[in-house]
């Protein structure tokens, strides 16, 4: 079970990933609607999440732009890109980003990934 | 040409009979006779000559000089003068009409007809040279570029009518001067400056393109092509033209924009219909995944499930051929084999029996191409199994060198249901068939097809046992070699 925070603009699937990671065990301990939202978040949180899922193309600061900035706050994060943008993904996994799935991924593999990063630790 | 026909001006009549019978003698016809000024203008303008023997002192008031004025300001005839020794102080004041020869009398028979040959001869030169001339002229004054001349120091020497309407200058400007830099935009004026200083040094430069100004200072993009104006071996000024380019730009730049809107169109549909299907396909795992769900509609989400993955084939599939046809992958020269491998490892991954044989190896088969080529060889190799109902998919890759050692020959032999021959020939060419319905094997041949093309080569598809189609199909590559 890990501690999950959602960094995506589109409501639906936040409530997609709260309904499918809650079903298998995880805890949603966030959720950030766009990435100013989301460092401001981070900046808050007594225990940092263990993983965070983060888009790409967002109102305001893109993912990439707050990839950067939470990695700044807590070069230990943990970070799965979930994005429709596939040309961003080299860029993403050279900054530091654990994963990169492109959307529509099969949710197989978001919980795999996930699966995986706290068994690393 | 025919007998040359001669007009003759002489007041003295026994001058003028004895060269009328000389020169009928030598071979030429006189047409006429006239002994004073105003009687050889009339003479000159109906009988139309070709050549005028003019005496210089006439009788009456005009003498041969002033007729040769008249004559010259209405008609091209060549005129030779007729001169006694005593006259010769006339020969200065008839150097300006422009006569072809001076004959000073009594004459010679043999230098009369030296002179009228030398003086037909001229004039003939004259005409044609006059003819080219002006033929040159209306050809520079017809073109709706503008055309023009400057000495070595740029002053401008010459320009066309376009010239003139184009920058909005008048005669009376270019009368009072003008120079070829004024014409260049401040901020080009450099470097039409060395360029100007190049093309007198005898480089030559293809069009180069600047921004010109008009009288009024407002600018307009132009290409100038020029080239020297050789002299008795000196260069001593230039001569080009220069082609308004503004129609030209506007169109790259609206290509540009058509270009990149419907690179946007595609971005932004892509991306908003893959976050759509990430929702939709998230539920639909979801439903699979909960414990309470009903076994028996298992395989009614699963088909949904696999449709909204196609959906997303698609859009790539969309996304890439933009790519190929933007042309905004670059080639270099990479080994067929990890392109071929890894279509083959996703080939065998569609829940079938596959057995695919291949004599491609590892670094021994290169081409002129990009990562792409995957694409390729996938849609291929998947359509093979796709359209293959036996037990066992087989499919053999061959490769082979074409027979002008240009290419590497890849055939892929399938043994699906084959191809009609109406089907071989527009399997490729979706685009093409933008209008029609949209069934069939969707993108993915088509892509192939842009791919291969974008790297030279080609792609078609045969019986694999001729004659009958039934037996499978061949699909045949050919790719550059890349060395």
């Given at each position: 079970m890990a501690t999950i925070f959602i960094v995506d603009d589109e409501p639906t699937l936040h409530e997609l990933y709260c309904d499918l990671l809650e079903m298998c065990g995880h805890d949603i301990v966030a959720e950030a609607y766009d990435g100013e939202e989301a460092?401001?978040?981070?900046?808050?949180?007594?225990?940092?999440p263990e993983v965070v899922i983060m888009d790409h193309r967002m109102p305001g600061k893109d993912g990439i732009e707050t990839t950067k900035e939470l990695l700044e706050i807590n070069p230990d994060l943990k970070i799965i890109f979930a994005s429709a943008d596939?040309?961003?993904?080299?860029?993403?996994?050279?900054?530091?980003a654990c994963d990169f799935l492109s959307k529509p991924f099969p949710i197989d593999d978001?919980?795999?990934e996930i699966e995986e990063l706290i068994a690393a630790v | 040409m025919g007998k040359a026909r001669i007009l003759i001006v002489e007041d003295e009549a026994v001058v003028?009979?004895?060269?009328?019978?000389?020169?009928t003698d030598g071979g030429y016809e006189v047409v006429g006779r006239a002994d004073n000024a105003d009687d050889a203008v009339n003479a000159a303008s109906e009988l139309k000559p070709d050549l005028i023997l003019m005496d210089i002192v006439l009788s009456g008031k005009k003498n041969g000089i002033d007729a040769s004025y008249e004559i010259k300001e209405k008609l091209d005839i060549p005129v030779i003068f007729l001169t006694a020794y005593s006259d010769?102080?006339?020969?200065?004041?008839?150097?300006n009409t422009e006569p072809y020869a001076y004959i000073v009398k009594p004459f010679q028979e043999g230098q009369l007809f030296?002179?009228?040959?030398?003086?037909?001869y001229k004039s003939q030169i004259a005409k044609r040279l006059k003819a080219s001339e002006a033929k040159f002229r209306d050809l520079t004054e017809l073109l709706p570029q503008t055309?023009?001349?400057?000495?070595?120091?740029?002053?401008?020497?010459?320009?066309?009518?376009?010239?003139?309407?184009?920058?909005?200058?008048?005669?009376?400007?270019?009368?009072?001067?003008?120079?070829v830099l004024q014409m260049i935009s401040p901020e080009d004026r450099d470097r039409a400056k060395e360029n100007i200083g190049k093309v007198l040094k005898g480089e030559y430069l293809n069009g180069v393109e600047y921004l010109v100004q008009r009288k009024d200072g407002s600018t307009f993009p132009a290409i100038i092509y020029s080239t020297p104006i050789i002299h008795e071996n000196k260069r001593v000024g230039l001569r080009g033209v220069l082609i308004d380019i503004i129609g030209r730009k506007q169109a790259e730049r609206r290509i540009e924009e058509e270009y990149r809107r419907a690179e946007f169109y595609i971005d932004l549909m892509s991306h908003d219909i893959n976050n759509a299907s990430q929702v939709t396909s998230g539920y639909l795992d979801l439903l699979l995944r909960m414990p309470e769900f009903p076994p028996k509609f298992r395989k009614h989400v699963e088909i949904a499930l696999n449709h909204v993955r196609k959906s997303s084939k698609i859009i790539s599939d969309v996304k890439t051929l933009s790519e190929v046809q933007l042309g905004e992958a670059e080639l270099t020269r990479i080994d067929i084999y990890p392109a071929f491998a890894s279509a083959v490892e996703t080939a065998m991954s569609q829940s079938r029996d596959v057995e695919i044989n291949s004599d491609i190896t590892e670094g021994r088969y290169f081409i002129r191409g990009n990562a792409m080529l995957f694409s390729v060889f996938s849609n291929l190799l998947t359509n093979a199994v796709k359209f293959d109902r036996h037990d066992i998919v087989k499919i053999d890759v061959d490769i082979s060198s074409s027979d002008d050692d240009l290419y590497w020959k890849l055939e892929f032999k399938d043994q699906g249901r084959g191809i009609s021959d109406h089907y071989k020939k527009i399997i490729f060419n979706r685009l093409e068939r933008a209008g029609e319905s949209a069934q069939g094997t969707g993108l993915g041949l088509t892509i192939a097809k842009y791919i291969v093309e974008s790297y030279g080569g080609s792609v078609w598809v045969e019986d694999r046992v001729r004659g009958d189609r039934t037996m499978g199909s061949n699909f045949i590559l050919l790719l550059p070699k890349g060395g």
């Open positions: 460092v401001e978040l981070l900046k808050t949180m007594d225990e940092p596939k040309a961003v993904k080299d860029d993403a996994l050279a900054l530091g978001l919980l795999t | 003028a009979e004895n060269l009328e019978m000389a020169i010769f102080k006339f020969v200065d004041k008839a150097k030296a002179s009228i040959e030398m003086a037909l055309v023009f001349e400057t000495d070595e120091r740029g002053n401008l020497t010459f320009t066309n009518r376009t010239g003139f309407d184009c920058f909005g200058y008048t005669q009376d400007d270019f009368e009072g001067g003008l120079t």
